[in-house]
């Protein structure tokens, strides 16, 4: 079983960038396709960004395209979320999740889809 610790979230001026980590144990971390999703209070949870297994594929919301990156790093059991000129709308509780496939290609979208979670941190971006 896979746990998930998220860090890396703060407070941050409209413009400015963020770099969130998660960090897997308990699982072979490559054996897991991996997301991002995050959720502002009173709004539900929302994709992010994702990437495959191997990190080959990568797919991004339309809101944070071309401002967001996501990458991962097998060796160190570490996926990362690059945020740059973040916006006060971006701000939410940010969440890692797992999901074990066999492909190491495809991704996952769906919050319903991923079977392991974060507790999340938390993104404050203000204007």
């Known amino acids: 079983q896979v746990q998930l610790v998220e860090s890396g979230g703060g407070l941050v001026q409209a413009g400015g960038s963020l770099r969130l980590s998660c960090f897997a144990s308990g699982g072979t971390f490559s054996l897991y396709a991996m997301g991002w999703f995050r959720q502002a209070p009173g709004k539900e949870r929302e994709f992010v960004a994702a990437?495959?297994?191997?990190?080959?594929?990568?797919y991004y919301a339309d809101s944070v395209k071309g401002r967001f990156t996501i990458s991962r790093d097998n060796a160190k059991n570490t996926m990362y979320l690059q945020m740059n000129s973040l916006k006060p709308e971006d701000a939410a509780a940010y969440y890692c999740?797992?999901?074990?496939?066999?492909?190491?290609?495809?991704?996952?979208?769906?919050?319903?889809?991923?079977?392991?979670w974060g507790h999340g941190t938390q993104v404050t971006v203000s204007s």
């Open positions: 990437i495959s297994r191997s990190g080959g594929n990568s």
């Open positions: 999740a797992a999901d074990v496939t066999i492909s190491p290609t495809i991704y996952r979208v769906r919050p319903g889809d991923y079977d392991h």
